[in-house]
């Protein structure tokens, strides 16, 4: 959290798994948005969709990316991500 403080000026996209050692990706995505509101996440888990990660979508994250993906399809996923226009 205290690199994101500090280049949060310079941070366009975070990357989180649903499972993490220390922080679970909701409670690391919580934290984060209050450090930066309009912070972009990018969702990514070996979860289906359909199950556990639909839940934790509807959190807010900006984007979902299903594991094992390749190089290609991770590249798409962010663009798609920072591309996107926020609502409002």
Same mark, same amino acid.
């Given at each position: 959290? @205290? &690199? ?6 310079e $941070? ?8 993490m050692?220390?922080? *679970?990706g909701g409670?690391?995505?919580d934290r984060? @948005?209050?450090?930066d &509101?309009?912070?972009k996440?990018?969702? $990514? $888990? !070996?979860y $289906?969709i359909? !199950? /556990? *990660?639909? @839940?934790?979508?509807?959190? !807010?994250? #900006?984007? +979902?990316? /299903?594991?094992? +993906? #390749?190089? #290609?399809? +991770? ?9 996107? @226009?926020?609502? !409002?």
């Open positions: 959290m @205290k &690199s994101i403080r500090k280049h949060r000026d $941070s366009d996209l975070v990357i989180l798994d649903m499972v050692p220390e922080m *679970a409670k690391t995505y984060l @948005k209050k450090i &509101s309009d912070i996440v990018l969702l $990514s $888990s !070996g $289906s359909k !199950g /556990q *990660a639909d @839940k934790i979508l509807k959190h !807010g994250y #900006n984007g +979902f990316i /299903q594991k094992p +993906f #390749n190089m #290609n399809l +991770f590249s798409h996923e962010m663009r798609r991500v920072l591309e996107k @226009k926020e609502k !409002g």
